[in-house]
């Protein structure tokens, strides 16, 4: 019975040997494309052959692309490949996402970093701004003051509108979404168009540090019914899918 078993396991060895000097060893139990292991991993049966893919290379390098139809909209890039973020869209607009370290007491992420170059202007003025649940606040815009938000409570989407007629960009809408678990910074031009809507279920807040201070007898302030769509044509309706 031993010797029968000690043979067995010989013979596998030798044809798992076969297989390697072949380069056709099936991966491991949990292993997928060149050993690895998580997302990588996958099961071919013996009708196919396991795709060779080195570490880094794209699974499209050595699998066809299908015809699809429809094809739908591809998604644009938001980061390079060294992790800097790509145009959002609107020329002078800036967009950060500080980390939010989290631990079991709750958690914490950078409001202001004087270091940063998002803060390079002066604090001159801070605002506290509350948006109910259902509720957008705007559209406004400011041909004097750059606007700096700094969002980290509820469920918001700030929509921006180019409104400067020698802009690159010029009547480019962008829209981006904050909430707890993704915080962010971002930065509104002067002649950009802004409004945001709470679409959650409690009240969202956000920070504004404009770069000139409110002057109550002579506001830098204008503002657009964000339900007159003759004026920005934007539909405010949030859908899912």
């Known amino acids: 019975m031993?010797?029968?078993?000690?043979?067995?396991?010989e013979q596998r060895s030798?044809?798992?040997?076969?297989?390697?000097?072949?380069?056709?060893?099936?991966?491991?139990?949990?292993?997928?494309?060149?050993?690895?292991?998580?997302?990588?991993?996958?099961?071919?049966?013996?009708?196919?052959?396991?795709p060779t893919c080195k570490l880094g290379r794209r699974l499209?390098?050595?699998?066809?692309?299908?015809a699809v139809d429809p094809i739908g909209t591809r998604d644009r890039p938001h980061r390079s490949p060294d992790g800097q973020l790509v145009a959002l869209?609107?020329?002078?607009?800036?967009?950060?996402?500080?980390?939010?370290h989290v631990d079991q007491r709750g958690s914490l992420f950078e409001a202001v970093s004087f270091g940063h170059p998002f803060w390079s202007e002066p604090i001159v003025h801070c605002e506290w701004v509350v948006t109910a649940p259902g509720m957008i606040k705007g559209w406004g815009m400011h041909l004097?003051?750059?606007?700096?938000?700094?969002?980290?409570?509820?469920?918001i989407r700030v929509v921006l509108y180019d409104g400067r007629v020698e802009s690159p960009t010029f009547q480019n809408l962008v829209q981006f979404h904050f909430s707890d678990e993704s915080p962010g910074?971002?930065?509104?031009?002067?002649?950009?168009?802004?409004?945001?809507?709470n679409y959650g279920d409690r009240n969202a807040i956000f920070v504004n540090f404009p770069t000139e201070p409110h002057h109550y007898d002579d506001p830098d302030k204008y503002r657009i019914d964000p339900y007159d769509r003759s004026e920005i044509d934007f539909d405010w309706t949030i859908r899912g899918g």
């Open 144 to 155: 004097e003051s750059i606007d700096r938000y700094v969002v980290g409570t509820g469920r």
């Open 14 to 50: 030798a044809s798992a040997r076969r297989d390697d000097d072949r380069g056709t060893r099936s991966p491991r139990s949990g292993e997928g494309y060149d050993g690895l292991s998580g997302r990588h991993a996958g099961t071919l049966d013996s009708r196919h052959s396991w």
């Open 60 to 66: 499209t390098d050595v699998v066809s692309k299908p």
């Open 185 to 197: 910074w971002l930065r509104i031009p002067t002649g950009v168009w802004h409004a945001s809507q």
């Open 2 to 9: 031993r010797k029968s078993l000690e043979t067995t396991l």
């Open 89 to 100: 869209g609107i020329d002078g607009v800036v967009l950060e996402r500080p980390p939010r």
